[in-house]
């Protein structure tokens, strides 16, 4: 099999090529600067299995895309715009949702079989029956989880209209050594300082190995034709519980004291509105505030009971194995 892995300087999608290349999987890897695959080693999988091929070209670049994918038989569209201050909207629409029906259009004029396209469990935004399946309501909360609900739109239309089979998958909160998004919450336990609400709210993670499989079972599995999944792990917690997890892997006790959110939303209001115009990165935002008010909780019985999915690493040791990846490169 030959396939083509976007996004594959970033975590998941280094993850996912890294993965597919070491178990003999002919990986290329659409890489907007090629500068960037020597760190995520991209040009070679420690001896084992093949060496992913990196082409070099943007997502946006229908003609560039269009040629990394000949021969291929499944594309992985990992490759978003995450959240980054000084961006416009139509800057993440246009590689979020614009580029996704481009890519799914040029994959069907190439002769690709499937696409697995990454989009996310934010499309649901606060979840408030959890826990949340494929089918609960649509309510994206900012710029980045309304493209993405546009970047689904558009996939299903493309795949209705070229004739291509399209998969698309909603990850909830990935983590895992080499990825630095809980690091804040990570130093916050073990600093024991003082949490934002009372952390009542559901919080569920993804174990970036569980992910992975999760993804390659919507490349392989002919159940997996034109489905949405939401891949998450097998427990979900409240924020607390997930915090008091961390605090004993660490070594620390559990901080019991908490703070009102509604300052610190204000306050990441008004960095935005000055950071944002000049294109600095705000000390905080809402959308961080956010996090501690807004419940995730998800049901993966979809994607058990109709492509195999079952996540192997337990929360305790996924998040074990990631406080000493910190620990072990000076984070912590």
Known sequence: MVVLVTGATGFTGGHLAR????AGVEVRALVRDPRAAPAVDLEGTANRGRT?????????????????????????????LYRQAGLSNETYRAVNAVAVGDLIEQAARAGVRRVVHCSTVGVHGDIEHPPANEDAPIKPGDVYQRTKVEGEERARAAAAQFGIEVTIVRPSGIYGPGDRRLLKLFRNTVRRFPMLGRGEIYYHLTYIDDLVEGFRRCG?????????????????????????????????????????????????????????????????????????????????????????????????????????????????
């Open 19 to 22: 993965t597919l290349a070491a």
């Open 52 to 80: 992913i091929s990196v082409v070099p070209g943007d997502l946006r670049d229908a003609k560039a895309v269009g040629r990394a994918m000949q021969g291929v038989e499944v594309v992985y569209n990992i490759a978003a």
């Open 220 to 332: 392989e599995h002919p159940a997996a034709a034109n489905r949405t999944y939401i891949l998450a792990g097998h427990e979900v917690t409240t924020l607390r519980e997930l915090t008091d997890v961390i605090a004993e892997v660490a070594g620390v006790q559990p901080q019991r004291r908490h703070l009102p959110v509604w300052p610190f939303w204000l306050a990441g209001a008004a960095c935005e509105a000055i950071c944002t115009p000049l294109r600095i990165e705000p000390p905080i935002y809402r959308r961080r505030v956010d996090f501690f008010t807004k419940s995730r909780a998800f049901d993966i019985t979809r994607a058990r009971t109709e492509i195999g999915y079952a996540p192997a690493t337990g929360l305790r040791d996924g998040l074990a194995g990631t406080l000493r990846w910190y620990r072990e490169h000076g984070w912590l």
